[in-house]
């Protein structure tokens, strides 16, 4: 039975923060077509061609776009993963191995960058073909950068300085090439990973229209002729029930096209029987179902309504039941880190968060190890800096490797005393204010005291248990942590980036990683979370060196810039490291083969198929 | 005045001034189920203030290494939640927080009601009119947006739930007082009293309101029973007193995540404490009740 | 009558249009606004600056309020930020699933509680009395929420009877096609509901038995039977009519708790989720659309007890 009465509590996923991925990832991710290989003694049948399958998306997750540019409001993970199984980007990644792209599942080669790392090539694919028999060419791309370019302020993944802004000049080189100038050098690594994947070439011939019944041209090489047309593509874009009807979402390139979408969020991709690329579809029919909550999945799950889905991870005593009822069960490990900022430009305590031995007896204060394996049953992994812990890879920073401040609660309480604190009626209370080594710090007062408020997400027990943990610890020491739970939403709405002397700015702890505070596109650099000017900075932690290092991440061509970024972080702790949970524990049927669980969040159905 | 208790209302003994009061006490105390109610309050009140002194457990810690401690395990004769408190203590504390709540919010509901009740009724005309609008509306919502949107702009501790609470629950006396008022207001000595030119004020909280007493305490109870049910509601969706501060509703609903664990000390005891101290009051104010309706009878 | 009728209704305009202002004023003064929330954090100022022009929220709060109200005239609820529908619609879906939900449940503890409360009424203070009493204030005192697990524990898991999930089905014809999988949330509706009707009825029935109208039918030689059942109850039923009127927005509450608890797609959970995403369009909607109920309902509940009860009708000419 359902084992989380709670109810739907648990529901809002946070949506908002997978929209991160979902844009960056607008181009989706997929795997190097590894996965369970066919034959998989786990699944011990032979591969079968065609069938349904059905996926279980996440609670409240209702898909609601399928134009490959995103505007504001429509960045949900799920209308990512849909769109790139009909539209293909330029390029896909597969979080399992982030150093490339998934070439196979994208529409071009890889590209190729000058020696200066100022611009960079790229051809595309020989084999695809749009499904009115046109040639995926070059052209195509260039009318994607040109509305883009006209309407970049209405493009929901648009930062400034970065694309198109960072585009110097775009060039047809022939049919199937062409080259972008850069204004800077730019490391190849972050720039196809956090750029390029952005890119999707989209069916000029078909879509270069003004309005409805007008003729193709090539309107969107002039600013106006490209905003009509943007117009005209986002005001079909918005009428969701003609996704299935639609002539113009009929011109797919990808290896599926939609068959149905609801307004309630059910989606159903069928095998594009015209696609031409080496990457078609196993199966005949992959649905994608809505549910209002978590615990309405696992009963659906329990009778057998869904060939993939999830279990809440308090669910995770109903392992053997799901198990033996066919099911394998897989945790789904994120690409992303966990994490709760100070919020630096807090009036009150700002001046106390800018102390770092603060910070460091506030993190030596928690106990992730023990978070991880009690309150959240194994399904987290403790994260110690600003690149994903799991998998490791080459971007780990040596001191990011190994927790640099374990939890020990004496040496937190001592960092605290010997800068001037002393703790009266439990609280820490500044009593040598001043800027020397023994003192309490620049722009703390005396009589000070360590009082901190936290706004956290509600709905999940894990979570609350882990704020209760954390206020428990911090206490020991001389912290007074006291704890606000709301909707995920209103969490975010409360935790903007301020000023001082803003209203806004009375908030000075924020959590939101009940599923991961932010999962990052295949390069994991820092330049939208916690680089000085990012918008996403939420805190705004400010740090000369950080900012050196996250540019040097973003364009140096030194392959050490990641892991000097990410050792200097996890020393400089610009916010609380907290242990990251799974992006969900899945159950997946064992007659499923060839899927894989992309850390990115992203998913490749046509590489699904059945075995007997 | 009913059928079972025979011809009740001795009605014209013109009996001494604390003879009603005496009548009712004694009536109160005949009834079985009222006193039933008060003793069982009176032992959740010891068990819950003077428990902790009895059993002192850490309710601030947590203790992860002790989580899920099936009773009577290292000492826990309730056995320890999923953070590894003592859910006996945890039980006493809990029981403050939903008493003191319920109690607060439930006398400040009533007191707001009566007085806004007692104003509209006995001064009528557009005056009652726009005010029991207002009612109407706020019955009209739904108390659980208000309690949504209020926990968005206030942090839950204890003064503030019972102002929230409070806040939400007023219609319903307020109602109830103004029929009163109503027709106290037409009764002789009201009237008696504004012609001999007594002021508005006087007239309402030296006679509407002391008239109307027995229903404003009999609804006091009820009113406190609600208020210890809403805590419970409000606690379930997330909106409860913020650790390491909790209340029944809040440990119940963390509990039922575990039902499935087996783990049932994290479920019944707070669930039980609930409906107990909620049968309580309402037994009482029953108890009341009857007395309150002998007593007018006799007037 | 007819003025009667004026007059009612002009007060429930007003207390509509007093709902409005309440609910929107409430919503609006949250600090923050729900831009960030609906974008995600990755939202460029830019954004919010956009999206909160196009939902007004860069406006003065009168010029909101009139944007909503005007949009209401014309029949506009506006449109859910994260649904891709407009709330009429979303409503127009729910309403008829939580409606069966809760007017099953309404029903079945009406059918329970009236004989129940006449039967206590005329047996006051027996031992059954107490001990029906204690049954009542129990299952009064039990939160929804328990009961609905003890149901669970006990229907689904202990004695496998009943499925534990309310039927998913998108119209109300396969909603009833799973019936048994209405059996518990409508019983847990309806036992909280008996508690509360049960006793009304019994006090209503204490009051009627001391009527002038109750001796003198006695007196006339009526059977005791005829007397409670024809007299007694008719009479007794009118403070439950008046109370089912007012009682809508608290089978609400009731009904989002169960809606939740067994994930049953109804007004509730819309509500619920609603509340989570801070879709202010949705939430604006329903509890409107709740308020208005209310408030005919206890429109209706006033003409109806002038009908069943001839004393009220006097005092209504």
């Not at chain 1, 949506?15 to 607008?26: D, W």
């Not at chain 1, 002539?247 to 594009?272: C, H, R, S």
């Not at chain 3, 009542?136 to 009943?162: D, M, R, S």
Request: charged fraction near 15%; include cysteine; proline fraction near 6%.
């Amino acid at each position: 039975m359902n084992r989380s009465l709670r109810p739907s509590l648990r529901a809002a996923r946070p949506l908002a923060v997978l929209g991160v991925a979902a844009t960056l990832l607008a181009a989706g991710c997929s795997s190097g077509g590894s996965g369970t290989a066919p034959g998989d003694p786990a699944n011990g049948g032979t591969p079968q061609q065609g069938g349904s399958v059905t996926f279980a998306m996440p609670p409240n997750a209702t898909p609601n776009w399928i134009f490959p540019i995103a505007t504001p409001g429509h960045t949900q993970a799920y209308n990512g993963t849909i769109r790139q199984q009909v539209f293909l980007p330029l390029y896909v990644y597969d979080g399992t191995d982030t150093s490339k792209p998934d070439v196979k599942a994208g529409a071009a080669e890889l590209p190729k960058y000058s020696e200066d790392g100022k611009s960079v090539t790229i051809t595309m694919k020989d084999d695809l073909t749009w499904a009115n028999g046109e040639k995926v060419t070059a052209r195509d791309v260039e009318f994607w950068f040109n509305l883009i370019k006209a309407n970049k302020e209405k493009w929901a993944t648009y930062n400034e300085g970065q694309f198109p802004d960072n585009i110097a000049k775009f060039t047809l080189v022939d049919d199937k090439t062409f080259t972008m100038d850069l204004t800077q050098a730019y490391n190849p690594d972050w720039f196809t990973a956090n750029q390029l994947t952005r890119m999707s070439p989209m069916p000029q011939k078909a879509w270069d229209i003004q309005e409805a019944g007008g003729q193709v041209g090539d309107y969107d090489r002039t600013p106006e002729g490209a905003k009509k047309v943007f117009d005209y593509l986002i005001g079909e874009a918005g009428k969701l029930s003609e996704y299935a009807t639609n002539p113009l979402w009929k011109v797919a390139d990808g290896p599926f096209t939609i068959k149905e979408f609801t307004t309630t969020g059910q989606v159903t991709l069928a095998k594009n029987p015209k696609y031409t690329g080496e990457d078609a579809a196993h199966l005949d029919t992959v649905t994608l179902k809505p549910f209002t909550s978590a615990q309405a999945e696992l009963n659906v799950l329990r009778s057998g309504g869904v060939d993939y889905g999830y279990l809440p991870a308090l669910a995770l005593s109903q392992q053997k039941t799901i198990e033996s009822m066919g099911y394998k069960v897989e945790p789904w490990d994120g690409w992303a880190i966990t994490y709760i900022p100070y919020n630096f430009n807090n009036p009150e305590m700002g001046p106390v968060f800018k102390q770092l031995y603060i910070r460091q007896a506030v993190q030596m204060s928690v106990d992730q190890d023990t978070i991880a394996r009690v309150i959240w049953h194994d399904q987290a992994t403790p994260g110690y800096g600003p690149v994903p812990q799991v998998p490791p890879g080459s971007y780990l920073g040596e001191k990011q490797k190994t927790n640099p401040y374990l939890f020990d609660l004496d040496k937190a309480k001592a960092l605290l005393t010997s800068h001037g604190w002393e703790i009266q009626n439990g609280v820490a209370t500044c009593t040598r204010p001043g800027g020397g080594d023994d003192q309490c710090g620049e722009g703390v007062e005396q009589g000070t005291q360590l009082k901190f408020q936290l706004l956290t997400e509600s709905g999940s027990t894990e979570t609350d248990n882990t704020m209760q943990e954390l206020q428990s610890s911090l206490s020991k020491i001389g912290i007074a942590l006291s704890i606000k739970s709301e909707p995920l939403n209103s969490v975010l709405d409360h935790s903007p980036v301020c000023k001082p002397e803003e209203a806004a700015c009375s908030w000075q702890l924020s959590f939101f990683g009940t599923q991961g505070s932010w999962y990052y596109p295949a390069y994991p650099s820092g330049e939208d979370i916690f680089a000085g000017d990012a918008g996403t900075n939420l805190g705004s932690y400010s740090d000369p060196k950080a900012d050196e290092l996250v540019k040097a991440s973003t364009s140096s061509t030194s392959p050490t810039a990641m892991q000097d970024y990410s050792s200097y972080l996890a020393e400089n702790l610009p916010v609380i490291w907290m242990p990251n949970p799974a992006y969900q524990v899945s159950a997946i049927k064992k007659t499923l083969g060839g899927v894989v669980q992309d850390p990115m969040a992203g998913m490749t159905p046509q590489r699904w198929y059945l075995v007997k | 005045m009913t059928a079972s208790v025979p011809s009740p209302v001795v009605a014209a003994q013109p009996a001494p001034v604390v003879g009603p009061y005496r009548r009712m006490v004694r009536l109160f105390f005949a009834n079985r189920l009222a006193v039933t109610g008060l003793v069982l309050l009176a032992l959740l009140l010891l068990f819950c203030f003077v428990g902790p002194l009895v059993h002192p457990t850490d309710q601030i810690h947590t203790q992860l290494a002790d989580a899920n401690l099936a009773p009577g395990v290292k000492g826990h004769p309730l056995g320890t939640d999923d953070v590894g408190r003592d859910v006996l203590g945890r039980l006493m504390v809990g029981g403050q927080t939903s008493l003191e709540i319920g109690i607060a919010a439930g006398l400040l509901a009533t007191l707001i009601g009566t007085v806004w009740g007692a104003v509209a009724g006995y001064t009528g005309g557009w005056l009652d009119a726009i005010m029991m609008r207002v009612v109407d509306a706020g019955i009209a919502i739904p108390a659980l947006f208000l309690l949504l949107v209020s926990a968005t702009i206030f942090r839950p501790t204890v003064t503030t739930q019972i102002l929230i609470i409070g806040c939400v629950s007023w219609l319903v006396p307020a109602r109830l007082v103004r029929a009163e008022a109503l027709s106290l207001r037409s009764r002789d000595f009201v009237q008696a009293m504004m012609a001999m030119g007594g002021s508005h004020r006087r007239a309402v909280f030296r006679h509407i309101i002391p008239n109307a007493i027995g229903t404003v305490v009999v609804n006091a109870t009820f009113q406190v029973a609600d208020a210890i049910l809403l805590v419970a509601y409000v606690s379930f969706l997330g909106l409860g007193v913020a650790p390491p501060a909790t209340d029944w509703g809040a440990m119940l609903s963390n509990g039922i995540s575990y039902t499935y664990d087996g783990y049932w000390w994290l479920i019944f005891p707070a669930g039980i404490a609930i409906i107990l101290v909620v049968s309580a009051f309402n037994c009482i104010g029953d108890g009341l009740r009857d007395s309150f309706e002998v007593r007018l009878q006799g007037r | 009558m007819t003025r009667f009728l004026a007059k009612r209704i002009g007060q429930a305009l007003v207390v509509v249009a007093l709902v409005t202002v309440i609910v929107f004023l409430l919503l609006h003064t949250v600090p923050g606004g729900p831009a960030r929330g609906i974008l995600g954090p990755q939202a460029t100022a830019a954004a919010i600056a956009a999206f909160n022009h196009e939902h007004g929220f860069d406006r003065s709060l009168p010029e909101q309020y009139w944007m909503y109200v005007s949009g209401l005239l014309h029949g506009d609820l506006g449109a859910s930020y994260t649904l891709n529908q407009s709330v009429s619609s979303l409503i127009e879906q729910r309403i008829p699933k939580t409606l069966v939900l809760t007017g099953l449940s309404t029903l079945v503890a009406l059918l329970v509680a009236i004989p129940l409360g006449v039967w206590q009424g005329r047996r006051r203070k027996g031992l059954t009395d107490y001990f029906i009493t204690t049954l009542v204030f129990i299952g009064y005192a039990t939160p929804v929420f328990f009961l609905a697990l003890i149901l669970v524990i006990v229907f689904a898991e202990k004695i496998p009877i009943l499925p534990v999930q309310a039927p998913q089905a998108e119209t109300l014809a396969g909603l009833f096609a799973d019936s048994r999988g209405l059996v518990l949330p409508i019983l847990a509706g309806a036992i909280a509901s008996v508690a509360v009707f049960s006793r009304y009825m019994r006090s209503a029935v204490l009051d009627n038995l001391a009527e002038d109208y109750v001796r003198t039918a006695r007196a006339k030689g009526a059977s005791e039977r005829r007397v409670v059942w024809l007299h007694i109850m008719r009479n007794s039923l009118t403070p439950i009519v008046a109370m089912l009127g007012y009682q809508l927005p608290v089978l609400f509450s009731g009904a989002l708790v169960i809606e939740s608890v067994f994930n049953y797609p109804g007004m509730g959970l819309l509500f619920w989720n609603a509340a989570q995403t801070s879709d202010y369009p949705i939430l604006l909607g329903a509890v409107l659309v709740i308020a208005v109920a209310t408030v005919i309902g206890s429109l209706i509940a006033d003409i109806l007890q002038a009908f069943i009860d001839p004393r009220v009708r006097g005092a209504i000419k």
